[in-house]
């Protein structure tokens, strides 16, 4: 796919040295937390994505997905990635989030998943705790065929691991 315009890399410039009100809306986080959460991903996780992208594009792509609801392939055409390269991108991203569950304690007063439907849009096209499929399986950043097939409760893991993340570590 040809896609012009900036790279991936300077949109993700763009949005952190932005309007934090508009970081805020894209991420559904402060950009200390963002920040937080890519030294913590860096220093605990091993990524799989290209050298030349950075955790914090990685950390948005998989934003605009979980967060903003858009398929691979708008993502993709957003990021001046191909579709394979976002999808890799995502599951690198939900792969580490699924290493920050493991290996941090959840708070006990740590937002359910079910209460933040309103926060993570992927979560507004299926009922936590109901398996889509009998297998477990959900497909996500579907558009004509782009979409992922992943589990259901790894999905649910790593956001409850973001919601944990993001409320140990915004200040109020």
Request: proline share 3%; net charge negative; aromatic share 8%.
């Amino acid at each position: 796919m040809a896609v012009h315009g900036p790279s991936g890399a300077d949109r993700a410039r763009g949005l952190l040295n932005g309007v934090p009100n508009r970081f805020n809306e894209f991420c559904h986080m402060d950009q200390m937390t963002f920040v937080q959460l890519a030294d913590w991903l860096v220093e605990n996780t091993q990524s799989s994505t290209p050298q030349e992208i950075s955790i914090e594009e990685s950390l948005f792509v998989f934003l605009d997905i979980v967060a903003q609801g858009n398929s691979f392939r708008a993502a993709a055409f957003d990021w001046n990635h191909d579709v394979q390269l976002t999808q890799s991108i995502f599951l690198n991203i939900l792969n580490a989030l699924q290493v920050l569950r493991e290996k941090e304690e959840l708070s006990p007063s740590c937002p359910k998943v079910d209460s933040s439907r309103k926060r993570w849009r992927i979560l507004q096209g299926w009922r936590p705790g109901k398996k889509s499929r009998m297998d477990g399986r959900i497909k996500v950043g579907d558009d004509g065929g782009d979409g992922l097939d992943i589990s259901q409760e790894e999905l649910i893991q790593a956001i409850t691991a973001l919601n944990n993340f993001i409320h140990e570590h915004t200040d109020y």
